[in-house]
């Protein structure tokens, strides 16, 4: 087994030693989501994270991972979220008449404003309305919306975040109120001030209030996962699963003296616990008296709850007040608190002691720390020390936008599904993550966008160009699976590889260092590709070939490939969509090829082209038995089985362009030929995700490239060749009008040409102006410029009417 280094939150400072408590298998908790809402690509760049890492210690390193990971389906963000819902349901199902509406949103209007931007409010006593809303915006926030912070100093952050958020709510309910269009688009600022008006109405014994949501966030969650080709997990828990237990741990950690119950809730007793030799807030120890923190992770339900002894203390099981779930405990009616939670989960699956646990940064205090104080505290035993609980802590960076984490909070964040749908392939934003490192925070730039889509297109080109070339050898289907030291050139590209696979380990030893990672895969595919284009050579393919099948390996690993599995010995990675059509009978995915060499052939046979190589290629090609064999194998790689058909196609096209030139045939012929030709290629197989390169004195050379792709090619050039004959016409247009302009003046007789002007008075024979319009003499210096413009007047007169004749 690989020597491992790792970050570990637990011992900040350089990466240290991985070491599983038992070899070759590894035991891991992570945090799972919050099911209150979709996710967004701060959830991304969290989980996907984790599952590279995840899948480098399975796949590359073969270690044995039992992966655990919990949803948590009971918090106050989802009491909040799942309540609110419903009063706004029950409140747009009122009578309300249009200034009924208009009232409440008003009064919603003003207590947001009151809540969150108090600055909105003045310093006079006139009351905050829709018509004064966007100058005191303008008045109290100005700094904040032009990029600066609300001191005035240093860069904007998270608070900055939430004040726009606000006064995009703000912004919606003023408009609703100018509109008069009732409750809709106010639904922000209306939300809460139900909220505080009837939450405690709510029936909670019935709990599907809140189970609704947090099944449909979940089904998303997941189906986001699956989207970004992330591994499920070994085993899934949730909350509300687990009460009972819940309840049993959270008497032990009493009965240990390290808990009490105060007017129905449990609180964890940070002095006793430290008392007794432990150490709270062991990966934020300077955060341990941070209370903005503290009071975030107790949850914003749980304020007015009261007992505790210290600030510092935080809530096992909390007291549930009306509107609440709620589950019988020895303490009363109440439920867990958030922490809690995962020490029981985690440890039910995984025991006292846990390889790895994972999560967010943001989650590191007081999440982490308290699941780790109160985990230890549960199996503390007197004389035998502090209890290890968790052996290596991975966090995972951030997601930023403007300076800001990316969050459902601050809603700042776009969602997976629409990432998805509108910017990013599942594989380009994981080739993003990979490119930083997992313990680092990362902005997403353009630059770092326009590496990725670099990066990408360098290996699918390379997979592409290689494939090709092995299909043109008819090299075996199975290909090679290593590469010992060939001659010639071939042996400098097998050390590189060697070199390659050396210096890639030594990246991902180095707490999977996957920026390293990435830049030795490219070098060496760069390497490749010049050895594979020299001129000076006849390249081994073989050679290619090893390089292209251990990079396969790595993609595959990194999961960069949606269909591929372990122990990924294919070539190449699968287009988009290539999962769905592995699936598909065999005939069916093939039928599209078949049509296309029909029409061809039937095309051709409609020529009458008496050349005997294309007549052979008629009578002799039998793609349909060449499928027919294959399919027997039982392959069901569509660019395998389509090939005959392909192969025929371009076959037969190659045949035309070589005989186009001939002698015997007619233009008319030549003509159908060429356009023929040029459709096969640009059209009817392009549309398929085929590309034929043309090569001298050789076969075309067949490509598989994702169709779209090449349509997007297609339609680019078009438009370029539009713009061309566009740019000549203009400039047809221009010399047309030029010379329009030159023989209008050419018409004109030398000795006409200063007649016109009313600058002159008098002139000679000749038409020379002699008098200015004053009555005096021409100037000498003039006369010379004028007898310069005469003299070339009369050049293109004489060149007018030999061109066009006296009459013209």
């Given at each position: 087994m690989a020597s491992i280094s790792v970050h570990n939150s637990l011992k900040p400072g350089p990466a240290v030693a991985f070491v599983p408590k038992e070899q070759g298998k590894v035991s891991w908790y992570a945090c799972g989501p919050t099911t209150y809402d979709l996710s967004h690509l701060g959830h991304a760049r969290n989980y996907v994270s984790t599952d590279i890492i995840r899948r480098i210690l399975m796949h590359h390193f073969g270690f044995q991972v039992n992966f655990v990971m919990n949803y948590t389906d009971v918090d106050d963000k989802i009491i909040i979220k799942a309540r609110r819902n419903r009063l706004l349901e029950l409140e747009k199902e009122k009578p309300y008449s249009s200034g009924q509406a208009r009232d409440l949103v008003f009064k919603a209007f003003g207590a947001y404003a009151k809540s969150n931007l108090p600055l909105l409010l003045g310093d006079d006593s006139a009351e905050l309305t829709e018509s004064n809303y966007q100058q005191r915006k303008d008045?109290?926030?100005?700094?904040?919306?032009?990029?600066?912070?609300?001191?005035?100093?240093?860069?904007?952050?998270?608070?900055?975040?939430?004040?726009?958020?606000?006064?995009?709510?703000?912004?919606?309910?003023?408009?609703?109120?100018?509109?008069?269009?009732?409750?809709?688009?106010?639904?922000?600022?209306?939300?809460?001030?139900?909220?505080?008006?009837?939450?405690?109405t709510i029936d909670t014994s019935d709990q599907t209030i809140f189970t609704d949501l947090t099944q449909a966030m979940e089904k998303a969650f997941n189906d986001d996962m699956v989207a970004l080709n992330v591994l499920p997990p070994d085993a899934v828990t949730r909350v509300t699963e687990y009460v009972p237990q819940i309840v049993a741990f959270v008497e032990t950690i009493i009965q240990k003296g390290f808990a009490y119950e105060a007017d129905g809730s449990v609180y964890f007793d940070i002095a006793a616990f430290e008392k007794a030799g432990n150490t709270y807030a062991r990966l934020r120890p300077e955060s341990k008296n941070d209370k903005t923190l503290q009071e975030e992770g107790e949850g914003s339900l749980s304020k007015s709850l009261e007992g505790k002894k210290r600030s510092g203390d935080f809530a096992l099981w909390k007291k549930s007040k009306s509107g609440e779930p709620y589950w019988p405990s020895p303490w009363g009616l109440g439920r867990p608190g958030w922490h809690i939670e995962c020490s029981?989960?985690?440890?039910?699956?995984?025991?006292?002691?846990?390889?790895?646990?994972?999560?967010?940064?943001?989650?590191a205090f007081p999440h982490h720390d308290n699941e780790l104080a109160q985990s230890e505290a549960y199996f503390h035993k007197c004389d035998h020390g502090e209890h290890t609980w968790v052996n290596y802590f991975l966090h995972m960076g951030h997601l930023s936008i403007a300076g800001s984490k990316m969050s459902k909070s601050l809603k700042n964040f776009q969602t997976i599904q629409d990432a998805l749908a509108t910017t990013y392939t599942a594989r380009n934003m994981r080739i993003v993550f990979l490119m930083g490192r997992w313990?680092?925070?990362?902005?997403?730039?353009?630059?770092?966008?326009?590496?990725?889509?670099?990066?990408?297109?360098?290996?699918?080109?390379?997979?592409?160009?290689?494939?090709?070339?092995?299909?043109?050898?008819d090299a075996p289907t199975d290909g090679i699976k290593d590469l010992s030291l060939a001659e010639g050139g071939a042996k400098g590209l097998a050390g590189e590889l060697e070199q390659a696979k050396k210096d890639l380990n030594a990246a991902l030893s180095n707490s999977f260092h996957t920026p390293e990672a990435m830049q030795i895969l490219l070098r060496l595919v760069r390497d490749a590709n010049i050895y594979m284009n020299d001129k000076s050579i006849q390249p081994n393919l073989q050679a290619v070939e090893a390089v292209a099948r251990w990079a396969t390996k790595i993609v595959g690993v990194f999961g960069l490939d949606a269909s591929a599995q372990p122990p990924y010995n294919g070539l190449g990675w699968a287009s988009e969509g290539a999962a769905t059509s592995a699936n598909v009978d065999p005939k069916t995915a093939v039928k599209p090829y078949a049509t296309v060499y029909s029409a061809v052939k039937e095309e051709v046979q409609g020529l009458s082209i008496a050349e005997a190589a294309v007549q052979a290629l008629l009578d002799q090609q039998n793609p349909d038995a060449e499928f027919a064999e294959l399919e027997k194998t039982g392959d069901r790689d569509v660019e395998k089985l389509s090939l005959p058909y392909i192969r025929a196609t371009s076959r037969l096209r190659d045949e035309l362009r070589g005989i186009v030139s001939s002698a015997t045939l007619e233009p008319k012929t030549k003509q159908a030929i060429l356009a023929l030709s040029d459709r096969i290629r640009d059209y009817d197989l392009t549309d398929l995700g085929v590309q034929l390169d043309d090569q001298t004195d050789k076969p075309s050379l067949i490509k598989f490239v994702p169709a779209a792709r090449l349509r997007a090619a297609r339609?680019?050039?078009?438009?370029?060749?539009?713009?061309?004959?566009?740019?000549?016409?203009?400039?047809?247009?221009?010399?047309?009008?030029?010379?329009?302009?030159?023989?209008?003046?050419?018409?004109?007789p030398p000795q006409e040409i200063f007649k016109s002007d009313a600058k002159y008075q008098d002139w000679d024979a000749e038409g020379l102006p002699t008098k200015l319009a004053d009555g005096?003499?021409?100037?000498?210096?003039?006369?010379?410029?004028?007898?310069?413009?005469?003299?070339?007047?009369?050049?293109?007169?004489?060149?007018?009417l030999s061109k066009f004749g006296a009459t013209s």
């Open positions: 008045a109290a926030y100005s700094r904040v919306l032009s990029g600066g912070t609300l001191s005035g100093e240093g860069k904007p952050s998270d608070a900055e975040a939430k004040v726009k958020m606000h006064l995009n709510n703000m912004d919606s309910a003023a408009r609703a109120l100018q509109n008069s269009t009732g409750l809709e688009g106010a639904e922000e600022v209306l939300l809460p001030y139900l909220d505080s008006l009837y939450k405690e029981v989960m985690a440890s039910d699956k995984l025991g006292d002691q846990m390889d790895i646990h994972s999560g967010g940064i943001d989650l313990n680092d925070g990362v902005e997403i730039s353009p630059d770092m966008r326009k590496q990725a889509d670099s990066w990408e297109a360098t290996l699918d080109n390379f997979f592409t160009n290689t494939k090709a070339k092995l299909s043109e050898a339609e680019e050039k078009a438009a370029l060749l539009a713009e061309k004959a566009k740019q000549k016409e203009e400039a047809r247009k221009a010399r047309a009008k030029a010379d329009e302009e030159k023989w209008a003046k050419a018409k004109i005096s003499e021409v100037p000498k210096s003039q006369v010379k410029k004028l007898k310069k413009d005469w003299d070339r007047q009369k050049k293109l007169h004489e060149e007018y």
